[in-house]
């Protein structure tokens, strides 16, 4: 007798699954041994997928519960997700296409939680309707004193001038950073209707049109932005000198806000001890996803002594861990506030 006849398996890699058919004659016994051998190894490889099926779906259940409990931290949850997304392009063509709910279209097709309010509301002082409005204005060398002279004629006027529902936070020249450059900061009690009503009414005082006119022949480029306070910082107020204050903007990665507010929220406290922090913003027109972090100090010392003490504190050094790479781009400038700042 020949030998006893054995059926083996091949792969059908476009159905994913073994398909059944004998061997032809006795001498193909060779054949269907390492036929079998084939079938025995894609069934391992099947079973790992599954594995990872499953693996995927317990990740994707808890990085929802984390999304919910913190938000902003899934992120980096969602990271090793990213890479596995990565491995099944390049074997996705040789699996089933269609299987809905696969473990391949998990990974491919990013899911995103849907937000049920826009950052802005999660991050601000939802009690207060404060818009401030920060100005850059880059003088020319040999104009800076008659440009100051002239700001300190008019600005205070209209701080002061109950008509216009505004308040000049602060004004300063850089010291370090970008020379011969103006800085102001602005603050419109009641949102945007109050910035609109302002502007109207400026059209119509010719001091401030003057003003304008006179103050353009002094400029070389000037830019400003909208921008909303974080509710875990302090309100700028008043403060007497004389003071230094550095601004430190920060160009975030766009989508890592809400991150950046978890880990300030609980990084402010750990700079308050000198009453250094004066105010925290995010923009909302102009360049977007920009933080400003504005601080006081007496001086240059004062400052370097600050910050080395800070990482002295528990906490700080995981929340500069955690937050350097959600920045794209930071630049730092030491002011000097004017005569007609309010911020001394």
Known sequence: MGPKCISFSVLNINIGKCTKYPPEDGKNTARANKSASWCNTASWCWGVLTALDLCALAWSKMAGVLHRFSLGRVKSWAQPARQLGLWDRGIATSCNRNRENSWFNSLFVRKVDPRKDAHSNLLTKNEESNLYKIQFHNVKPECLDAYNKLCEEVLPS??????????????????????????????????????????????????????????????????????????????????????????????????????????????????????????????????LYMVHHLWAYKDLQSREDTRNGAWQQEGWDEVVYYTVPLIQHMDSRIMIPTKASPLQ
């Open 158 to 287: 209209i701080h002061a001038d109950k008509y216009y529902p505004c308040e000049l936070v602060g004004t300063w020249n850089t010291w370090y950073g970008e020379q011969d450059q103006a800085v102001h900061l602005w603050r419109y009690r009641g949102g945007y209707p109050a910035l609109t009503e302002v502007m109207n009414k400026l059209k119509q005082n010719q001091e401030f049109m003057v003003y304008r006119k006179e103050r353009g022949k002094m400029l070389m480029s000037r830019r400003n932005q909208l921008l909303l306070e974080f509710s875990f910082w302090n309100e700028p107020v008043p403060r007497e000198g004389p003071n230094i204050y550095e601004l430190r903007s920060y160009q975030l990665r766009p989508g890592t806000m809400i991150e950046w507010g978890n880990y300030w929220a609980r990084a402010i406290g750990y700079r308050q001890h000198n009453r250094e922090a004066v105010g925290g913003f995010f923009s909302q027109i102009g360049n």
